[in-house]
């Protein structure tokens, strides 16, 4: 069973509007998602390469002033959702809405009517910008169909957590178990360690991070919090035996997740199905860390 007790995470979501829009989208969002209002195309991907950003809401009125700046940004970081927003009409408006639709934004809102509000939250929370986890997970769902509850849990927390999430005990705290426990369940099981389950998951989400080729790789440690991108460079050479330049040019995210499964879900799958990683066989235990 999963726990939907938690409290909604408001996802971040960068702006582009003008300053009469901006009131109604922060209204518009209250419990779904918190908007970081820019005033220009480089603040905003200033923000892009520095924050966990969720989505993009450009405004057509603001599409009119800069539309070759709107399209050197969608085009820097296409794995970000971006959306247009629609709330008045005027003369360039056509004009404004065909530019944003060559600039690769496919979304546009008319929240003119109140209806276009509830589209809207519709539209920046249908998708997260996370397309490798889901992808992971739903490919996992398949190889792991049967699998034990707290197994499968295992691996949702693996492609759910924090990009943040970089060693064992900040893991386990998510899972709600102790290191040591989690650690040795893995051990006497012959399977790879936890440690290689995490370094691998936090590799689908860089690899998918590259495909915005705005992101360098100093970004993407950054986002993935590793201490430099000397230590991501390392991280990459330990676990692939490359360089970071040649794992950008060589996996995307979803080359990154058939390894993920190849070398650590198909092999050991067996074992896998009949896996408790959190607690023991028939019943449900409870560690603080």
Not at 69 to 98: C, G, K, N, S, Y
Not at 163 to 180: E, F, K, M, W
Not at 243 to 253: H, K, L, S, V
Request: positive net charge; hydrophobic residues 45%; contains cysteine.
């Amino acid at each position: 069973m999963r726990d939907n007790s938690a409290p909604r995470r408001l996802l971040p979501v960068a702006t582009l509007l003008v300053p009469d829009e901006r009131p109604d989208v922060d209204a518009a969002g209250e419990g779904y998602y918190s908007t970081l209002h820019r005033d220009t195309v480089d603040d905003l991907i200033t923000d892009l390469r520095s924050r966990e950003i969720h989505a993009v809401l450009v405004s057509v009125t603001y599409a009119m002033r800069e539309p070759a700046r709107i399209t050197h940004l969608v085009r820097e970081f296409p794995r970000i959702p971006a959306v247009a927003l629609l709330t008045e009409l005027h003369a360039r408006t056509p004009h404004a809405v065909l530019a944003l639709g060559r600039s690769g934004i496919n979304r546009l809102v008319d929240v003119r009517m109140p209806a276009g509000w509830r589209e809207l939250r519709g539209a920046l929370m249908a998708d997260s910008g996370q397309s490798a986890q889901r992808e992971a997970l739903g490919q996992l769902a398949v190889d792991l169909a049967g699998t034990t509850d707290d197994c499968w849990r295992f691996f949702e927390v693996l492609f759910t957590c924090s990009p943040r999430v970089g060693t064992i005990r900040s893991l386990a705290g998510d899972l709600g178990i102790l290191p040591s426990t989690l650690m040795s369940r893995f051990f006497r099981s012959r399977l790879p360690t936890p440690k290689q389950y995490l370094a691998m998951a936090r590799l689908v989400r860089a690899a998918r991070m590259f495909e915005n080729v705005g992101f360098s790789i100093a970004n993407i440690s950054n986002h993935l919090d590793y201490s430099s991108p000397q230590s991501f460079g390392r991280h990459v050479r330990m676990l692939l035996d490359m360089t970071a330049g040649e794992f950008r040019a060589q996996y995307d995210g979803s080359a990154m997740v058939e390894r993920f499964r190849k070398e650590l879900v198909l092999p050991y799958r067996a074992t896998l199905m009949l896996f408790h990683p959190l607690a023991m066989p028939g019943a449900y235990q409870t560690f603080q860390t």
